[in-house]
């Protein structure tokens, strides 16, 4: 299972929109609506921010949002701020009970 | 709240073992999966499997067989993750993370160091 390909920066400056891609397969992201994405801080849990493609966990703020097309799942974040600047990883499901997460984007906020 | 909660970070030589421990609170614990991610000093996530929680099947990821055993112990809700004959290819930082309904990780350990260096 190879992993699914993301842009390895992404920048932008505050306020702009940014949005970063996670291509896939079809046994992967194309066959499945169930794509999820997760912000990494240095030393910080985890913080899982999309799901099931598009729908955002309870608390996460609306600036976030997912779509999909065709092979490749898309994270948007709109209105940049300072401290959305971390690693974001995208993961699919890959049936038989599998997974495959992305290669990761350092997003920058200039 | 739920929160899991890693064991310390650990130095080994090559060829020993560790194990890895991720307790689970804030939740009935055997009503979620928890899974295993790696990741490697400077590179991605890689998805390593999951243990099921009520019948403590595991699965395990293509090139995480064999050295790598996912265990439970349910009366203290405890997931474990067990690396036997260590290699410096092992070093990396493993995470728990529980999947509850949707076919996402909605919370996630701290992580884990794991450190193989003689």
């Known amino acids: 299972q190879s992993a699914l390909t993301q842009p390895a920066s992404v920048s932008g400056s505050p306020g702009q929109s940014i949005t970063i891609s996670c291509t896939g397969t079809s046994n992967d992201v194309g066959n499945y609506n169930l794509v999820s994405w997760y912000q990494f801080h240095p030393d910080k849990a985890p913080k899982f921010i999309i799901y099931e493609g598009s729908k955002r966990p309870s608390g996460i703020s609306n600036r976030f949002s997912g779509s999909k097309s065709g092979n490749t799942a898309s994270l948007t974040i709109s209105g940049l701020q300072a401290e959305d600047e971390a690693d974001y990883y995208c993961c699919s499901y890959a049936g038989g009970g599998t997974y495959v997460f992305g290669t990761g984007t350092k997003v920058t906020v200039l | 709240q739920v929160q899991l909660v890693q064991s310390g970070s650990e130095l080994k030589k090559p060829g020993a073992s560790v194990k890895v421990s991720c307790r689970a609170s804030g939740y009935t614990f055997t009503r979620a999966t928890i899974n295993w991610v790696r990741q490697a000093p400077g590179q991605g996530l890689e998805w390593m499997g999951w243990?099921?929680?009520?019948?403590?099947?595991?699965t395990y990821a293509q090139g995480f067989t064999g050295r790598f055993v996912f265990s439970l112990d349910t009366s203290v809700s405890t997931a474990y993750l067990q690396i036997t004959s260590l290699e410096p290819d092992d070093t990396a930082v493993y995470y728990c993370?529980?999947?509850?309904?949707?076919?996402?990780?909605?919370?996630w350990g701290q992580g884990t160091l794991v450190t193989v260096s003689s």
């Open positions: 243990i099921s929680t009520n019948t403590g099947n595991p």
């Open positions: 993370a529980r999947t509850s309904g949707t076919y996402a990780y909605d919370y």
